[in-house]
């Protein structure tokens, strides 16, 4: 067996020392590690918001860049010994730029909520007005909500959908007239539908409003060309990097041309604003493994072989929501345009507390969610959100769409509700379905290699 000692100096040998000594040293955390890596090898992952990152973005993860506390951006650090991590910073800066063909990136935010943060702390003061979507329509917590900080410190006004689930920008214009914001938000963590982001920044123009575009969802979708770019539309445009890039954990914020805009009675430009705004304002230290797990990302998201996968991603979800609407399941918006199924499963009689447990004790891991005046608390809800981003990196198309669209049926259609949260499923169904679903798992195995 090889030794810690033999392998020193290699970031290789330290990855192999770091799992064989985690698995003596504390078998406990190591198998409980080990257990949700296989659980994750044998179910279905539909949850919209999740996807899964390459070995390689893993391992940056996993290395002593990790080591390193600074504060600042490359080139301007409070500490010495930067060197390096500035390369890493401006690599993982340049990608970003060329990636999404944005003027300004900050790598920074540890977070989507983060990045949000920076740029509403950032360009408002405490009190002012910010219009986004409802929370209960599809909106973000961050995008006004009084559950979270954007809708106490701030004024948050809500906009919503038209009777067919679509945003209805008519409302937005009359609500930014009637309150005229400082910041109009657009994005969406339960829109099944295209965002038209000019249509905002024709509205926010209007009333003299910034526009901050929340592509957290459909980053992916954005740069493999299948959604419209807000990136040279808004002033701001902010994304969670785990999502739909298949990166870590954390945020990025881009700007357009509004980078070098002047910022509101500031002296700055709004990118020399938002360059404040992440450091000192808002976050301390930057996470350096994190950002070079981004660089990483960006790199693998600029390849022919992602656009194929953000097309495979949209294809699936069409073919979800139509297998789906074939076995009479409601299909909010009559289908979906990007990676996100809504299904109205209170139209069938259950709740999406109920929907979501009787999949998952099948290994379909799917949330519930909240559709736009469907009457449930947001514990229970009348709607299942379903996303491909999974299912498509394990390399599923349209055929296996069809088999998960057949197995979530025939669950969902031997389930008997006792009250909004208990049900009743045939033993014998249930393990039917979950045998199916390990045999589909098996067919396609979690990708540790995204592709090729
Ligand atoms: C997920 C999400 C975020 C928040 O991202 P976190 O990284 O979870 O903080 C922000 N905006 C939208 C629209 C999201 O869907």
């Not at 391992?59 to 060197?83: K, L, M, Q």
């Not at 990302?297 to 074939?326: E, K, V």
């Not at 679903?437 to 396609?444: A, E, M, P, T």
Request: with cysteine; glycine share 10%.
């Amino acid at each position: 067996m090889r030794t810690a000692s033999m392998r020193n100096g290699s970031l290789r040998a330290l990855a192999l020392d770091g799992v064989d000594r985690l698995e003596a040293g504390d078998p406990e955390l190591f198998s409980l590690l080990e257990r949700e890596y296989l659980r994750q090898q044998d179910t279905l992952a539909m949850i919209a918001s999740s996807s899964l990152a390459d070995v390689s973005v893993l391992a940056c993860e996993s290395t002593p860049a990790s080591n390193v506390t600074t504060e600042g951006y490359p080139g301007r650090r409070y500490h010495a010994g930067c060197a390096v991590i500035d390369d890493i910073e401006r690599l993982a800066i340049a990608r970003a730029k060329e990636l999404f063909g944005a003027d300004y990136a900050n790598v920074q935010p540890h977070s989507g909520t983060g990045a949000n943060q920076i740029v509403m702390t950032a360009l408002l003061r405490p009190g002012d007005t910010v219009l986004g979507l409802r929370l209960d329509a599809g909106g973000h917590l961050t995008h006004g909500a009084t559950a979270s900080f954007s809708g106490t410190y701030f004024t948050g006004i809500g906009y919503g959908l038209d009777e067919h689930g679509f945003i209805d920008y008519a409302e937005v214009a009359e609500l930014a007239r009637t309150h005229r914001p400082t910041l109009i938000i657009c994005g969406a963590s339960a829109y099944p539908r295209l965002i038209d982001f000019e249509r905002f920044r024709a509205i926010a123009d209007e009333v003299g409003a910034y526009l901050l575009a929340d592509i957290s969802h459909i980053a992916g979708l954005v740069v493999g060309g299948r959604h419209p770019s807000p990136v040279r539309v808004a002033h701001f445009t902010t994304t969670s990097t785990y999502k739909q890039l298949f990166g870590p954990r954390g945020g990025l914020i881009l700007m357009g041309p509004d980078a070098n805009a002047p910022s509101p009675g500031r002296g700055k430009t709004l990118a020399g604003m938002l360059q404040h705004g992440a450091f000192p304002y808002f976050q301390g230290t930057p996470r350096i493994n994190t950002i070079a797990a981004k660089a990483r990302a960006f790199a693998m998201a600029a390849t022919p072989q992602f656009r194929d996968l953000t097309g495979r991603i949209q294809d699936d979800a069409a073919a979800l929501a139509a297998a789906l609407q074939r076995c009479g399941w409601a299909i909010r918006t009559g289908g979906t345009d990007n990676h996100i199924v809504l299904v109205d499963v209170a139209a069938r009689g259950l709740t999406g507390a109920i929907a979501e447990r009787a999949a998952e004790s099948c290994g379909i891991v799917v949330n519930r969610n909240k559709l736009d005046r469907d009457g449930y608390s947001a514990l229970v809800t009348g709607g299942v959100r379903l996303g491909t981003n999974s299912l498509a990196a394990r390399g599923m198309g349209v055929r296996e769409m069809a088999e998960c669209a057949a197995l979530t049926d025939q669950v969902w259609s031997a389930t008997e509700p006792i009250s909004e949260t208990e049900y009743h499923l045939d033993p014998e169904i249930r393990s039917e379905a979950e045998q199916a679903v390990l045999s589909l798992c098996k067919r396609f195995p979690l990708p540790a290699e995204l592709f090729g």
